[in-house]
T-cell receptor, first 112, second 113 residues
């Protein structure tokens, strides 16, 4: 079990730029989730995939956000035209069956 | 919809003292309950979970939580804390049949020597 891997760990960018994060789930896990955590708050659900299908999206996922999981393995989360309010920790998790979600260490995004 | 309230944002305790971190939830449907722990600059690690069966669940490092359906609570306890327990603790619920976790705002546990 190599765990959920997220890259990069930190991303600093200027407002208005596009950013993309990658998540590699635990290999046999068919479900993959994205959450956002702002300072001092608990994580908030963004979206989840079962295999390559995106089955649920939160209202937090504005049209500037897009997530993909093209082959049912790794996933990417892209934010276009970043804004100050996008600064947060973006967490990825994966699971299989009725097992609990396992989280990665997150990507911390800072918008200058 | 589900919601989770963690009643204390910070809990300072002395080493080897007991601790209770409180969690209440609201849901119109049956839920599963979880406690996750987060160390600085890391992701969340599952501490324990309640899915069904015995309402008292335990973790391998001495924490326990009790599901109380009538009070809609899932408080986390440890009889004797260690410095290494210093972390942020999150209570979460998941509606049965759903996939997303709904988290509380977290409780920062600080252990003083």
């Amino acid at each position: 079990d190599t765990g959920v891997s997220q890259n990069p760990r930190h991303k600093i960018t200027k407002r208005g730029q596009n950013v993309t994060f990658r998540c590699d789930p635990i290999s046999e896990h068919n479900r993959l989730y994205w959450y956002r955590q702002t300072l001092g708050q608990g994580p908030e659900f963004l979206t989840y995939f079962q295999n390559e299908a995106q089955l649920e999206k939160s209202r937090l996922l504005s049209d500037r956000f897009s997530a993909e999981r093209p082959k049912g393995s790794f996933s990417t989360l892209e934010i276009q035209r970043t804004e100050q309010g996008d600064s947060a920790m973006y967490l990825c998790a994966s699971s299989i069956g009725n097992q609990p979600q396992h989280f990665g260490d997150g990507t911390r995004l800072s918008i200058l | 919809a589900q919601s989770v309230t963690q009643l204390d944002s910070q809990v300072p305790v002395f080493e080897e003292a007991p601790v209770e971190l409180r969690c209440n939830y609201s849901s119109s449907v049956s839920v599963y309950l979880f406690w996750y722990v987060q160390y600085p600059n890391q992701g969340l690690q599952l501490l324990l979970k309640y899915l069904s069966g015995s309402t008292l669940v335990e973790s391998i490092n001495g924490f326990e939580a009790e599901f109380n359906k009538s009070q809609t609570s899932f408080h986390l306890r440890k009889p004797s804390v260690h410095i290494s327990d210093t972390a942020e603790y999150f209570c979460a619920v998941m509606a049965q049949g759903a996939q997303k976790l709904v988290f509380g705002q977290g409780t920062r546990l600080t252990i003083n020597p």
